[in-house]
């Protein structure tokens, strides 16, 4: 496939979460290539078209078409792409490269094995997830080894020690560096670990019912209201991920059937659920038959076509009854239970297979329209930088981000910058502090899809050069105040003033510019305390000062009659002032 192919093929998919599989045809076999996960899977399906790696160019050279599954929660995506992968083997999936913002939990291969959590499992390891709240897992770990005494410390700590460390002190370790407990008892430990990871609980919740009981009975409210909160975490903390596709009661494999008529032509969409877990789904097109009632009458011609040489489910659901008596019948008398659920887990598994029948495409939005402007996959992450300060003082930059055009406050960041009169040189500064946390993988977000920075032609240079000595690359561009330029690497763009994608740009720039500000007025106003000490300057005064002159050395600077000036500042405080500083 080309890229015109890929874009193509990409603007018919819908932007719900889901799976993707680039497919290669040779006459009537097919194999699947690649298997990847996606938030919005047009977007990600698009991305391809310009593809960041010679090995994935490579595979998009290769496929002669896309498959897609549309799922309910990314958590679901995230389950169906492990199981493909399993099952398929796909060439081009050598390892998991999209994960970067599911963290796994891993027990290392050593005699006392280390608890952590990582995005780069050892290959000996034993790991767990990936999991899609990194604070949830964080909370985990901690109670497992403030209960379980599980090391957590690098081999150069846990090596020739003499004496236990903090860890030890604060009841998160065992000790076994220094033989404070035995290999065997250890290894019981580990294995509470594995068996609630692997499902079980109360090997966790348990203890800390029983502590927060303690606290309780003791008094100790704060503690017990500590191990409340971890005990709600980690009963949460299994049921989060994938509650839509676990199969009903004790059933062991289900079939979800659901079917979409558009005119003379008809899909049939067929989940598959095994164990508990959605493990495979396939999409069936066939001639829409005539009637009133087509969907069912599609139905009860799909039930005996499809299941005529295939070993039949121990369910079956249905978005509708099939019309034929006789399907029904022979669907009971082979012990399959057929039901149309309406609500609860079973209604749930019917709509994520309604999803994937109708494969809806959606409308453009400012995203697309901001997407479609500047020659981009769709920016559904924006994260806008500023930079304030006061004549090169109390130097500060914000990094806001923006997720489906709302701001998104937990993925808020703001820094404190070199104390220096140079715009460009801070927004240089800022930007390759974020990309260095990106790369070394020191910051817990996704990478966005877009950086916006406030400013022209100067800072998105800054921005850029931070950028190429780097290596994050990610697409940036600027917005100039003045007139409301948008200003590219390739030129500047003056978009209409109602443009939605423009006004999107100026709320990602507004709130990055509000952030900064902010931050910047609350630096200033606590490192800049010499002022309190002169008598007759209080804290208004002294707000007014500063945003008269911008800094204590400005103050410092300024003459007697300046300092009057200021509405509160007299003679004798302004002598005051010079002297005092």
Same mark, same amino acid.
């Given at each position: 496939?080309?890229?015109?192919?890929?874009?193509?093929?990409?603007?018919?998919?819908?932007?719900?979460?889901?799976?993707?599989?680039?497919?290669?045809?040779?006459?009537?076999?097919?194999?699947?290539?690649?298997?990847?996960?996606?938030?919005?899977?047009?977007?990600?399906?698009?991305?391809?078209?310009?593809?960041?790696?010679?090995?994935?160019?490579?595979?998009?050279?290769?496929?002669?078409?896309?498959?897609?599954?549309?799922?309910? @929660?990314?958590?679901?995506?995230?389950?169906?792409?492990?199981?493909?992968?399993?099952?398929?083997?796909?060439?081009?999936?050598?390892?998991?490269?999209?994960?970067?913002?599911?963290?796994?939990?891993?027990?290392?291969?050593?005699?006392?094995?280390?608890?952590?959590?990582?995005?780069?499992?050892?290959?000996?390891?034993?790991?767990?997830?990936?999991?899609?709240?990194?604070?949830?897992?964080?909370?985990?770990?901690?109670?497992?080894?403030?209960?379980?005494?599980?090391?957590?410390?690098?081999?150069?700590?846990?090596?020739?020690?003499?004496?236990?460390?903090?860890?030890?002190?604060?009841?998160?370790?065992?000790?076994?560096?220094?033989?404070?407990?035995?290999?065997?008892?250890?290894?019981?430990?580990?294995?509470?670990?594995?068996?609630?990871?692997?499902?079980?609980?109360?090997?966790?919740?348990?203890?800390?019912?029983?502590?927060?009981?303690?606290?309780?009975?003791?008094?100790?409210?704060?503690?017990?209201?500590?191990?409340?909160?971890?005990?709600?975490?980690?009963?949460?903390? &299994?049921?989060?991920?994938?509650?839509?596709?676990?199969? *009903?009661?004790?059933?062991?494999?289900?079939?979800?059937?659901?079917?979409?008529?558009?005119?003379?032509?008809?899909?049939?969409?067929?989940?598959?659920?095994?164990?508990?877990?959605?493990?495979?789904?396939?999409?069936?097109?066939?001639?829409? *038959?005539?009637?009133?009632?087509?969907?069912? @009458?599609?139905?009860?011609?799909?039930?005996?076509?499809?299941?005529?040489?295939?070993?039949?489910?121990?369910?079956?659901?249905?978005?509708?009854? *099939?019309?034929?008596?006789?399907?029904?019948?022979?669907?009971?008398?082979?012990?399959?239970?057929?039901?149309?659920? %309406?609500?609860?887990?079973?209604?749930?598994?019917?709509?994520?297979?309604?999803?994937?029948?109708?494969?809806?495409? %959606?409308?453009?939005?400012?995203?697309?329209?901001?997407?479609?402007?500047?020659?981009?996959?769709?920016?559904?992450?924006?994260?806008?930088?500023?930079?304030?300060?006061?004549?090169?003082?109390?130097?500060?930059?914000?990094?806001?981000?923006?997720?489906?055009?709302?701001?998104?406050?937990?993925?808020?960041?703001?820094?404190?910058?070199?104390?220096?009169?140079?715009?460009?040189?801070?927004?240089?500064?800022?930007?390759?502090?974020?990309?260095?946390?990106?790369?070394?993988?020191?910051?817990?977000?996704?990478?966005?899809?877009?950086?916006?920075?406030?400013?022209?032609?100067?800072?998105?240079?800054?921005?850029?050069?931070?950028?190429?000595?780097?290596?994050?690359?990610?697409?940036?561009?600027?917005?100039?105040?003045?007139?409301?330029?948008?200003?590219?690497?390739?030129?500047?763009?003056?978009?209409?003033?109602?443009?939605?994608?423009? &006004?999107?740009?100026?709320?990602?720039?507004?709130?990055? &510019?509000?952030?900064?500000?902010?931050? &910047?007025?609350?630096?200033?106003?606590?490192?800049?305390?010499?002022?309190?000490?002169?008598? %007759?300057?209080?804290?208004?005064?002294?707000?007014?000062?500063?945003?008269?002159?911008?800094?204590?050395?400005?103050?410092?600077?300024?003459?007697?009659?300046?300092?009057?000036?200021?509405?509160?500042?007299?003679?004798?405080?302004?002598?005051?002032?010079?002297?005092?500083?």
């Amino acid at each position: 496939m080309d890229a015109s192919s890929v874009r193509e093929r990409a603007d018919a998919l819908p932007r719900d979460p889901g799976i993707y599989q680039f497919l290669e045809r040779d006459g009537d076999t097919e194999s699947v290539l690649y298997v990847g996960k996606a938030v919005n899977i047009r977007d990600r399906v698009r991305s391809y078209a310009d593809p960041r790696s010679q090995r994935i160019r490579k595979m998009v050279r290769r496929a002669d078409a896309i498959d897609i599954a549309v799922t309910d @929660t990314e958590t679901q995506a995230l389950l169906l792409e492990a199981n493909l992968i399993k099952r398929h083997q796909p060439r081009y999936n050598v390892r998991l490269k999209d994960d970067k913002s599911y963290p796994l939990v891993q027990l290392t291969d050593h005699a006392y094995p280390r608890i952590e959590i990582t995005r780069d499992p050892d290959d000996a390891a034993t790991v767990f997830g990936p999991y899609t709240r990194k604070d949830a897992v964080e909370t985990v770990v901690k109670a497992l080894r403030a209960t379980y005494g599980l090391r957590g410390c690098s081999d150069y700590k846990f090596e020739g020690r003499d004496r236990p460390c903090l860890d030890h002190e604060m009841g998160l370790c065992s000790a076994p560096c220094v033989d404070a407990i035995d290999e065997a008892a250890y290894s019981e430990d580990i294995q509470s670990a594995i068996r609630f990871f692997e499902g079980e609980t109360g090997v966790l919740a348990e203890p800390l019912e029983r502590e927060m009981e303690a606290a309780a009975q003791q008094a100790e409210f704060e503690r017990a209201a500590n191990a409340r909160d971890r005990l709600e975490v980690v009963e949460a903390f &299994h049921g989060g991920g994938g509650e839509a596709v676990s199969s *009903p009661g004790h059933r062991r494999e289900v079939d979800v059937l659901a079917a979409v008529v558009n005119g003379d032509s008809a899909t049939v969409a067929r989940l598959h659920a095994s164990g508990g877990q959605l493990v495979d789904r396939t999409r069936h097109r066939l001639d829409a *038959p005539e009637g009133e009632d087509r969907v069912a @009458t599609l139905l009860s011609a799909f039930l005996t076509q499809y299941y005529a040489e295939r070993e039949l489910p121990d369910a079956i659901l249905l978005a509708e009854r *099939p019309d034929d008596p006789d399907v029904l019948e022979w669907l009971d008398a082979a012990g399959v239970e057929v039901s149309v659920p %309406g609500a609860g887990r079973e209604g749930k598994l019917v709509e994520l297979a309604l999803k994937n029948a109708r494969n809806e495409v %959606g409308r453009d939005d400012e995203i697309g329209a901001l997407a479609d402007a500047l020659s981009i996959p769709r920016p559904e992450r924006i994260e806008g930088f500023d930079v304030s300060h006061a004549h090169g003082k109390a130097v500060v930059g914000s990094d806001v981000c923006f997720v489906g055009g709302s701001p998104e406050k937990s993925g808020y960041r703001r820094k404190k910058l070199t104390e220096r009169n140079d715009d460009y040189a801070n927004m240089r500064e800022l930007v390759r502090w974020r990309a260095e946390r990106a790369i070394e993988g020191r910051d817990d977000r996704p990478d966005p899809d877009l950086l916006l920075i406030d400013g022209g032609e100067g800072q998105l240079g800054a921005a850029l050069d931070a950028l190429a000595e780097t290596g994050w690359d990610i697409p940036c561009i600027g917005i100039a105040k003045a007139e409301e330029l948008v200003i590219t690497e390739s030129g500047v763009e003056n978009w209409n003033e109602s443009a939605p994608h423009l &006004h999107l740009l100026q709320r990602v720039r507004d709130e990055s &510019h509000r952030f900064a500000v902010q931050y &910047h007025q609350s630096i200033r106003d606590d490192v800049k305390t010499a002022l309190d000490e002169v008598s %007759g300057v209080g804290a208004e005064t002294r707000k007014r000062l500063l945003r008269r002159f911008g800094s204590v050395d400005a103050v410092r600077e300024a003459s007697e009659d300046d300092l009057q000036d200021v509405s509160g500042v007299g003679e004798k405080t302004a002598e005051r002032i010079l002297r005092r500083l």
